[in-house]
C-alpha cells in the first residue's frame, strides 16, 4: 500500500510517500519538509496569513520532490492523504484542496486525516505496536493524554486548561529574550543554570484529573524575571533551569495519574508513546523515561524528525484508514478545530 501524505496545519509546509510493505511495516520512502522558521521569526510566532501564503507558494515543489525522490507515479499511489484539520485554516484549506485536485484527476481515493490522529498512530510506523497505547502529545499548539484504542477510536484522558507546553517553552524564551522557537534555546540555556535557585510553582500537581496548567507557571516566571532585572546570561541560565524543572515536575506526575486511571481500565496501555515537538527535549524525555519504568510501562518515542510535523505522519494515517476502507468524499470540509475522543473527564 502506497500513500501520498501533505501537512500543512501550521508552518510546516511537508509531504511524503509512504508505503506498507506486506510484512506490515511501514517504509518512508521520501519525506519533504519546509519548515517557514525563517518568514516567521521577526514576529517571534507564527502568523497565519504569511503561513498560508507560504504554503501555496511552496505546496507544489514539496509534492514534486516527495515524488520524485520516492520514484513513484501518481498511477502507482493507493491513496492521497491530506490533514484536513485542526490548525491554521488558511493553510489546511491550501493542503486540503491539493490533495483533492490530486485525487480527482489521478482517480484516486482521498483520505482527509486529522492532524492530531497523525500524531498518535506515528509510531506504527516505526515500531510494532499494538492498541491501546497512552499517547502523550505536547507541541506548540497541544498538550494531550489521550488513550489510542485503535484507528479512530481514542479517548482524551486530560489536557491543559490554558497554555500548550511548547507555547510555554516560547513564551518564557520571549520573555528572556531568546529567539523563536523558544523551546530548544531555553533547553540549551537550562543546562547551564540551577534548577532550584528560583522556586516556582508547580500547577496542578496532585490533583487526581490529569489535566495540565502553565499559566500560573509563566507569570510566576515573569515576576521573578522582573524583580532580579537586568538579567544577567546566570540569571537567564537559571531562570530556564528553574523553569524546566517545574515543567518535568508536572509532566511527570500528570503522566503517573493517567497511568494509574488506566491501570484497572479495559484500555490499559502497553506503552506510553510521546509525540510532539516538546518531546525532542532531553530532559522531559529523561523523566519520562524514569516514571514509566517505575510504573512498569515501557516508554516509546518516534525518532525526534518524526515527532514535529511532516507528511510521513500524514501519509502513515492515511494507509492505516484506507487499509479499513475509510475514505473520505471530495467534499470533506476543511477543519480549524477538530477534537480527537469523547473527553471521559467529568
Ligand atoms: O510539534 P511541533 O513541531 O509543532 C507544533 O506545535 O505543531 O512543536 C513545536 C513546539 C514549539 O513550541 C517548540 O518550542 C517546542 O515544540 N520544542 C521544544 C523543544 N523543541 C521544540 N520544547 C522544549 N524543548 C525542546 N527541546
Ligand atoms: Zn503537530
Same mark, same amino acid.
Given at each position: ?14 509531504? /511524503? ?35 498560508? %501564503? ?14 520524485? +525522490?520516492?520514484? $513513484? ?22 493542503? !486540503? ?11 484516486? =481515493? &482521498?483520505?482527509? $486525516?486529522?492532524? !492530531?490522529?497523525?500524531? /498518535? &498512530?506515528?509510531?506504527? !510506523? *516505526? ?36 497554555? /500548550? ?6 513564551? *518564557? ?23 532550584? @535557585? ?9 490533583? =487526581? +484529573? ?18 532580579? /532585572? =537586568? !538579567? ?6 537559571? &531562570? ?22 488506566? %491501570? ?5 496501555? @502497553? ?19 524514569? $516514571? ?10 518516534? =525518532? ?15 494507509? +492505516?484508514?484506507?487499509? @479499513? ?18 473527553? $471521559?473527564?467529568?
Amino acid at each position: 500500500m502506497l500513500v501520498l501524505g501533505i501537512e500543512t496545519t501550521c508552518d510546516e509546509t511537508a509531504a /511524503a510517500v509512504v508505503r506498507k510493505n506486506a510484512d506490515g511495516q511501514g517504509e518512508i520512502l521520501s519525506n519533504i519538509i519546509y519548515s517557514q522558521l525563517d518568514e516567521h521569526r521577526e514576529y517571534g510566532g507564527v502568523v497565519p496569513e504569511i503561513a498560508a %501564503r507560504a504554503h501555496v507558494e511552496l505546496l507544489d515543489k514539496v509534492i514534486r520532490r516527495a515524488m520524485t +525522490e520516492a520514484g $513513484v507515479r501518481y498511477s502507482q499511489l493507493d491513496g492521497i492523504a491530506a490533514a484536513a484539520g485542526p490548525g491554521l485554516i488558511g493553510g489546511v484549506i491550501v493542503g !486540503l484542496t491539493t490533495a483533492k485536485a490530486l485525487a480527482l484527476v489521478a482517480r484516486k =481515493p &482521498l483520505i482527509a $486525516v486529522n492532524h !492530531l490522529e497523525a500524531h /498518535a &498512530l506515528t509510531i506504527r !510506523l *516505526t515500531h510494532r505496536i499494538g492498541f491501546p497505547y497512552l499517547l502523550l502529545l505536547v507541541s506548540g499548539g497541544h498538550t494531550q493524554l489521550i488513550s489510542v484504542e485503535d484507528v479512530d477510536r481514542y479517548t482524551f484522558i486530560g489536557g491543559t486548561v490554558d497554555d /500548550a507546553i511548547g507555547e510555554a517553552f516560547d513564551k *518564557t524564551a520571549k520573555m528572556l529574550g531568546l529567539p523563536y522557537p523558544g523551546g530548544p534555546e531555553v533547553e540549551r540555556c537550562a543546562a547551564a543554570g540551577d534548577p532550584t @535557585r528560583f522556586t516556582l510553582p508547580r500547577p496542578m500537581i496532585g490533583r =487526581p +484529573e490529569p489535566n495540565f496548567s502553565l499559566s500560573g507557571l509563566k507569570t510566576a516566571l515573569r515576576v521573578e524575571a522582573e524583580r532580579i /532585572a =537586568p !538579567l544577567t546570561e546566570e540569571d537567564v541560565a537559571n &531562570l530556564c533551569a528553574s523553569f524546566q524543572a517545574a515543567v518535568v515536575d508536572i509532566v511527570v506526575d500528570r503522566i503517573r495519574v493517567a497511568l494509574g486511571l488506566l %491501570r484497572n481500565s479495559a484500555w490499559k496501555p @502497553r506503552a506510553l508513546v510521546v509525540a510532539g515537538g516538546v518531546g525532542a527535549n532531553r530532559t522531559i524525555r529523561g523523566a519520562l523515561e524514569a $516514571v514509566t519504568i517505575d510504573a512498569g510501562t515501557p516508554l516509546l518515542l518516534p =525518532p525526534p524528525e518524526l515527532c514535529t510535523d511532516n507528511g510521513a505522519m500524514i501519509a502513515w494515517a492515511g494507509i +492505516e484508514r484506507l487499509a @479499513r476502507g475509510m475514505t473520505d468524499s471530495l467534499d470533506t470540509s476543511p477543519r480549524s478545530r477538530w477534537p480527537l475522543g469523547a473527553s $471521559v473527564a467529568a
